[in-house]
C-alpha cells in the first residue's frame, strides 16, 4: 500500500519561517522536504493565519500567483498555481486585504547567494479575526516551548538550529511578545522594518528566472 | 522473545487442552522460522500453532475457546480469534438480514465495530450492558478494524460493569476535509459510503442520503482524523440534511454542499471530545473555539517576562 504518514501542520510565526533556511537533504526521491527553523524545528507543512495583502498573477495568464501574507511579526511570501486546485478557486475569490487561514508546504528556493522562504498553499480560506487570535495565542505558546527546548540544547534538531543559526533566544522572545501584545486592544505593531525594505526590494527578481518547479509542484 | 520461552508459551497452551506436544520439534519449527527465514515472531508462532493443530488432529473448537482476552487497542490485524470484556455502546439500525445486529462496543480502550451475523443465531445484545464476547474473528474494511460474531463465537452477559472507553478533548485546527465529504449515499443494508451509486459490498443498491464531514484536525503536534455527524454539522453551520439537499437541488450539484461546508468550517479551531475508534477519533460533541481569553495571553507574556 502507498501510504505516507499525513505531515503534522506547524505553527510557525513569519518572522521564525522567513528565517528557515536550511534544508534538510532527501533521504530518497520521495521523502517529503524539511527545513529546519531557527527555533529547531523540523517543518514540511504549516498551518498559519494573517493578513492577505498582495496576491499578484507573477505576468499575465501565467497562472501563477504570487501571494504575501502577514502575521504581527513579519509577511511571508506565497505561491499559488494550477497544482493547487482548491487554493486557487478559493483565491480568486478573495479581494485583497483579507484575513485568512494558509495550510501549506514550506518551500526554499535560491536566488544568487540568498534563499527564500515560500508557502505553497493547499488551501487558503478566509476566516474571522477570533481565529487569527487563537492562532497568535497558539503559535505564541508553541514558540515559546521551543525556545525553551533551545536553551536544554538536548534535542538533536536544536543543537542542529545552535550550530546552523546560532539564533539570539531574546529576539525570538521579543518577537513572541510583540505578537501577544498585538491582541491587546488598541496596540500597533511597530515590526521589524528595516529587515522588511531590504527583503522586499531582493525580493522583486523577475520571477521567470527562477525555477519555480520545486515551489509549486510536489 | 526467546525461542524456548515462544515454544513453551504454544506447548502449555496446548498442554491446557490435553496435549502432549513434542517442545524440541516446536523449537526446531520456531528456529526454522524466525533465525534463519526471518519470519516475524507472530507469524512464525501462529504458523507453529497451526502446524500443531494438524499433527495432533486437534478439532477446531477446542483450539478456538483459547482464543485470547484482548482490549481493543491490541486488535490491529484482521483473521485474529480473540475474546474481549466489551459494553454495547451504540447500536445501529440493520436493514440487512444476513446481519442480526450491528454497532459499536467499547472497553476502557477504545472503541470497536461489531457485527453479529443472523446465521449465528445469538441473542440479541443491548445497549449499556457488558459482555464477554469469545471467540470473535477480527476484520478489517478499508483501514478500520471490526470484530464478527458468527456462530462458533459466544456472547455471555457479565455481572461487572465494563468501563467506558477514555474520552479525549482535542482543540485543534480542521486542517483538512476529504473528498468523501458532504452530502454523500449510504448503502441501506451495511450504511457504508456509496461511490457512484455502489456499495463497495453491495454492488449497486438503494442508498439513503446522509451528511457528514471526514477532516483532519492539527494541534501542530499530532493530527487526528475525526468524522462529524450530521447533528454535529448542523451545530457548527446550521447546515442540517434537508438544507443540504436544498443546496445541492438549487445548485444541481451534490459537491455543492461540500464546498460550502469547506468554505465554513476549514481553517476554524475547535474543540472535539471523542473516544477513540482505530485511526478515527468519534467525535461526540465539538464546538468552534472563539477567540482567546485575555488571561491566557497574559499568563504566556508573564513567561516572557
Ligand atoms: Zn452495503
Redesign the pocket.
Known sequence: MNFRKREVARRVFAYELNRSTYRFPKEDEKSPTYVLTPLGMRVNRVYFVGALLDKDEIKPDSGIWRIRVSDPTSAVYGYVSRFQPDALESLMEIDVPELVAIVGKIRNFEVGARIFVSLRPEYVSPVESDVRDYWVYETARQTIDRIRAMEKKEDDDCKLAWQIYNPNLNEYRQMVKQALLSLKEGFVVEGEEGEEIEFEEEFEFEEEEWDLSDILKD | MEIESLADQIVSQFGRLGYDVDRDEVIKRLKLLVLEFKVPEREAVRTVRNWVIREYEIPREKVISESPLVKIEEIKKPGEWVSLKAKVVQLWDSS?PSVSQVGLVGDETGIIKFVIWAKSGKEEVEEGKSYLFKNVVTDSFQGRMQINIGRTSEIVEIDEEVQSPREIEIVGALVSIQQNSGLIHR??????V?TKGI????GK?RGYDDLRVKGVLDDGDNFYEIILNEDNIRDLTGIDLNKAKRIASERLDRNAVLSELKKLLLGRYYKVVGVRGGRYLLVRKVDRIGGVEGSEVDRLLEVLA
Open positions: 440487512s448503502c441501506g443494508s451495511c450504511h457504508r456509496m456499495c463497495p459490498i453491495h443498491v
